[in-house]
């Protein structure tokens, strides 16, 4: 079971419940629990979504789109019936931040949904996690069955005649694909989780043709709380055009790895050094990457900015899905970024030739260079396939292969040739002949 | 009893499925969850499976194969009793992943995919869990271990032959 962790320089909002049996209805309850539901029956769908826009909120899953427009974009009219789908499929490497959120705190999720759900109209909404959260599945069946016995979810909510919504929990069978949200559409509807083109989007064609909004886990469990403190004092505790506080999951060489929320902008050299303890066993820190393995990494000398989506976007990479893993100075760059692609590849759901074919040759590019047989031409063979692939690919998948690879490539080209001149880290991490996926 | 009338699942999965085809507004969408119950059910999806549950949705039993052979959870042979899966994927790999995975294969005496011979334990090398702040970690069924060092393996591992280790299905 995943242990809790804690440092003063956060700010409890989404993490507030955590540890203290919220997972039961009751407690759930005692602690504030639907008010925010109510709140929003109250108060009506306009006034969500402008609390929603008032709080700066910006989408968890990565990309960190405004959730307040997102909603806004659902037609009011419709002949198909609406949905709302979280997107609980969290695979990003890096990333375990929706894990602690549904084992702790899954009636805000549920709440969540019911809040979405009220907001843009729908009077169904979707749980999808992935395939390997089987136990917190379990979990979220309980927490939806106690909602339903107690007359928080089905029809007529908290007795009110004419709101009904229901909720519908599943898990996937194992795909990062998945977790793109047209793919998760697929998935849901019964099919290979294979992305749809683009547009129309989700908020106007989405599952089983209805409009449909889609948003990450942490985003859902977010709204409750937005409405209960107010978006716009929400808003006040992150950065410019970055509301609120996040969750943020630091593995790695630290001395206490954990998952934990902090105000957005928080400064991430101090995430790093202060909250979770610095790197571990006092050595030298080489690289960050710092929101999920997509993200391109960031030097030692680079981790003076803001954990903002902006802030990120300047320093020339991401935010993404708040998953922070840091690099000590035994880590080599090339093993690293055979590693990283090697998960790409092994995902791609092999729709679209640049994705399926170029992460393919990077792959197979890295591992000769990686085993010892790589010549100079490598490495301009791997930024150039990267650079080719980049834009290219039908869903954003393919970009993030490319992305990071780029990122190791221009930031530590230096280690790449000293591999070729025979440099070796002390240790080699990738011990066994056999890397996953490889042909069996 | 079971809308299909002779049903090679156990009673409990196929009233479950009975169940799962009235829940989504189209039946289909019952298709993942039902392939990973019935793999719970039988050990792995058998070409038997395949026509019930293709049978029971509607659905050609392409479409079911076609959406199988999608989802790297899925699998058409037998696993072992345990099946172990060991992430190495980066947050796991920087801080002893692989050195977790050769001490399964190693102790286990089989590789990547592989069953031990008495069918208690199969291997597998797995892409990120979502348990990367608590890495090295694994999966046994559907139970997560994390902070994993050697020695804990090897108590988890025992647990799980003597009959103490938690399945959670
Ligand atoms: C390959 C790929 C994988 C993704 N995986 C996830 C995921 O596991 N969880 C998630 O919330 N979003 C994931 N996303 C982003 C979703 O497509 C989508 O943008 C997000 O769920 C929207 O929610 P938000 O607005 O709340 O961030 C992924 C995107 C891509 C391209
Ligand atoms: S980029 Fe193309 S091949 Fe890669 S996952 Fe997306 S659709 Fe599939
Ligand atoms: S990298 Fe191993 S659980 Fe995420």
Redesign the pocket.
Same mark, same amino acid.
């Given at each position: 079971m995943p242990t809790l962790v804690s440092h003063p320089d956060e700010v409890k909002i989404l993490s507030r419940r955590f540890g203290q049996g919220a997972a039961e209805l009751d407690r759930y309850l005692e602690l504030d629990g639907y008010k925010a539901a109510q709140l929003a029956i109250d108060n009506g769908p306009e006034w969500v979504i402008n609390e929603m826009k008032a709080s700066g909120l910006r989408?968890?899953?990565? =990309?960190g789109?405004p959730?307040g427009m997102?909603w806004s974009f659902v037609p009011k009219q419709s002949e198909k019936p609406k949905y709302v789908l979280v997107?609980g499929?969290?695979? #990003?490497p890096g990333t375990c931040k929706d894990h602690v959120i549904f084992l702790h705190d899954p009636h805000a999720i549920i709440e969540g949904t019911m809040i979405a759900g009220l907001a843009i109209g729908a009077k169904m909404g979707f749980i999808y996690l992935r395939g390997e959260y089987r136990y917190l599945l379990k979990i979220v069946e309980k927490a939806v069955a106690d909602a339903y016995a107690k007359g928080i979810l089905g029809k007529n909510i908290f007795g009110r005649e004419g709101i009904d919504f229901d909720i519908v929990t599943q898990t996937g069978a194992g795909a990062? #694909?998945v977790? #793109? #949200?047209s793919a998760l559409m697929e998935s849901l509807e019964g099919k290979r989780g294979v992305p749809r083109i683009k547009p129309p989007f989700p908020a106007v064609v989405g599952l089983y043709g209805g409009p449909t909004v889609?948003?990450?886990?942490e985003?859902i469990a977010s709204a409750p709380h937005i409405l209960l403190m107010g978006g716009a004092e929400y808003a006040k505790i992150g950065s410019e055009r970055n509301g609120g506080t996040r969750l943020f999951g630091i593995s790695g060489m630290v001395e206490r790895p954990g998952v934990y929320e902090l105000p957005m902008g928080y400064n991430l050299k101090k995430a790093i050094y202060d909250v979770a303890g610095g790197v571990k066993g006092g050595k030298k820190l080489k690289a960050v990457v710092p929101g999920g393995s997509s993200c391109p990494v960031l030097t030692a000398d680079e981790l003076d900015v803001g954990l903002d989506f902006d802030q990120m976007a300047k320093a020339g990479t991401m935010l993404g899905s708040g998953g922070i893993v840091v690099l000590d100075e035994t880590v080599s760059m090339v093993e690293f970024a055979l590693r990283t692609i090697k998960f790409y590849q092994h995902e791609s759901c092999g729709w679209c030739i640049p994705c399926r074919e170029g992460t393919d040759w990077l792959k197979k590019t890295l591992t000769r260079f990686y085993d010892g047989g790589g010549n100079a031409k490598d490495i301009n063979n791997i930024q150039y396939l990267a650079e080719n692939m980049m834009g290219r690919t039908f869903?954003?998948?393919g970009d =993030?292969a490319a992305m990071p690879t780029l990122g190791f490539i221009k930031k530590f080209r230096h280690e790449f040739e000293e591999y070729l001149q025979g440099k070796r880290t002390e240790k080699h991490f990738i011990t066994t002949d056999e890397l996953v996926g490889a042909a069996h | 009893m079971s809308t299909v009338a002779e049903s090679i699942f156990s009673p409990a999965t196929a009233e479950r499925f009975d169940k799962l085809v009235t829940i989504y507004p189209v039946k289909r969408s019952a298709l993942v969850p039902m392939l990973l119950y019935a793999q719970d059910d039988l050990g792995y999806v058998t070409d038997a499976a395949v026509s019930e549950i293709a049978q029971r949705l509607d659905l050609l039993e392409l479409d079911v194969r076609n959406v199988l052979s999608y989802y790297s959870m899925l699998r058409t042979k037998p696993a072992g009793k345990f099946n172990v899966q060991v992430c190495t994927n980066i947050s796991c790999m920087i801080v002893g992943g692989y050195d977790v995975l050769d001490h399964c294969k190693k102790r286990l005496g089989i590789g990547h995919k592989e069953v031990t011979a008495d069918g208690q334990f199969s291997l597998e090398e797995v892409e990120c869990i979502g348990a990367c702040c608590w890495a090295p970690a694994m999966q046994v069924n559907y139970d997560f271990h994390e902070n994993l060092t050697p020695e804990k393996v090897d108590a988890i591992l025992d647990d799980y032959a003597a009959g103490r280790g938690k399945d959670v299905k």
């Open positions: 989408g968890r899953g990565g =990309a789109f959730t997102k997107n499929d969290e695979s #990003e990062y #694909e977790g #793109e #949200e889609i948003n990450n886990a985003t869903c954003p998948l =993030a | -």
